[in-house]
């Protein structure tokens, strides 16, 4: 069985249909979904705004996580029952689905299929950011906007075992504790007019090395205001 969608529209237009079981071909694995995670890309693909037009009927989902039911020729460092997380396009949401070797990840020890359906996306990007694009070091200090979000937690808990000191900035009270609570030094509250003095401040008077955005518009241009010369964004 998937979720699918004939047309586009609200939540309601997907629906449970019986669909015929994928058969893995060369490289390819087989993986019973245990849970699939919900990205902003979804919605948007449902309601017909996504970059590509859908082929009806159309799955959703590009997270998920399970255990390989079977694998292709070729496949060499994955087996049948291990536990995995799945990056895929558009076929999270069934009860089995397809994907290459490459796109297949152990499950971390302790870590279940909820908790691991939402790491994909989010945490791939952040690493990204982080790691790949900001190349931040221990010592240095971060800025995460939106920080309450999906990628946002993800780039703060990253920054900070990187040996960062990170500060988050969010909109209410509830979502500044809890960007506190998953590690941020600092949180700080972009509604207000003087937020980038106050990022300035609590990273000595210098700036911050990096600012992680994915927040953009005036965030983005404001952020100049609290960058370290020589910082990236």
Same mark, same amino acid.
């Given at each position: 069985?998937?979720?699918?969608?004939?047309?586009?529209?609200?939540?309601?237009?997907?629906?449970?249909?019986?669909?015929?079981?994928?058969?893995?071909?060369?490289?390819? *694995? #087989? $993986?019973?979904?245990?849970?699939? /995670? @919900?990205?902003?890309?979804?919605?948007?693909?449902?309601?017909?705004? =996504? %970059?590509?037009?859908?082929?009806?009927?159309?799955?959703?989902?590009?997270?998920?996580?399970?255990?390989?039911?079977?694998?292709?020729?070729?496949?060499?460092?994955?087996?049948?029952?291990?536990?995995?997380?799945?990056?895929?396009?558009?076929?999270?949401?069934?009860?089995?689905?397809?994907?290459?070797?490459?796109?297949?990840?152990?499950?971390?020890?302790?870590?279940?299929?909820?908790?691991?359906?939402?790491?994909?996306?989010?945490?791939?990007?952040?690493?990204?950011?982080?790691?790949?694009?900001?190349?931040?070091?221990?010592?240095?200090? *971060? #800025? $995460?906007?939106?920080?309450?979000? /999906? @990628?946002?937690?993800?780039?703060?808990?990253?920054?900070?075992?990187? =040996? %960062?000191?990170?500060?988050?900035?969010?909109?209410?009270?509830?979502?500044?504790?809890?960007?506190?609570?998953?590690?941020?030094?600092?949180?700080?509250?972009?509604?207000?007019?003087?937020?980038?003095?106050?990022?300035?401040?609590?990273?000595?008077?210098?700036?911050?090395?990096?600012?992680?955005?994915?927040?953009?518009?005036?965030?983005?241009?404001?952020?100049?205001?609290?960058?370290?010369?020589?910082?990236?964004?």
């Amino acid at each position: 069985k998937a979720i699918r969608f004939h047309q586009h529209g609200a939540p309601e237009v997907l629906q449970l249909d019986d669909v015929d079981d994928p058969k893995p071909g060369n490289g390819q *694995v #087989l $993986v019973r979904v245990y849970a699939a /995670g @919900v990205n902003p890309t979804d919605a948007t693909g449902r309601r017909g705004g =996504g %970059a590509q037009a859908a082929t009806f009927p159309a799955t959703l989902g590009r997270d998920a996580a399970g255990v390989v039911e079977g694998i292709g020729s070729g496949v060499k460092n994955v087996k049948s029952g291990d536990k995995v997380i799945v990056r895929v396009s558009n076929a999270g949401y069934s009860e089995l689905l397809l994907a290459k070797e490459e796109d297949i990840y152990p499950v971390p020890d302790g870590v279940g299929p909820i908790d691991a359906a939402s790491i994909g996306i989010t945490y791939s990007t952040a690493w990204d950011a982080v790691v790949n694009k900001a190349d931040v070091q221990a010592g240095q200090t *971060v #800025l $995460v906007q939106g920080a309450s979000g /999906g @990628v946002g937690i993800a780039a703060v808990q990253i920054a900070k075992a990187m =040996g %960062a000191k990170v500060i988050g900035n969010a909109s209410t009270d509830e979502k500044r504790a809890w960007v506190l609570a998953q590690g941020a030094d600092h949180a700080v509250d972009y509604t207000q007019e003087d937020w980038p003095t106050q990022v300035k401040e609590l990273s000595g008077g210098n700036g911050v090395n990096a600012i992680i955005d994915g927040v953009g518009g005036d965030a983005f241009v404001r952020s100049f205001e609290c960058l370290a010369p020589g910082g990236a964004i």
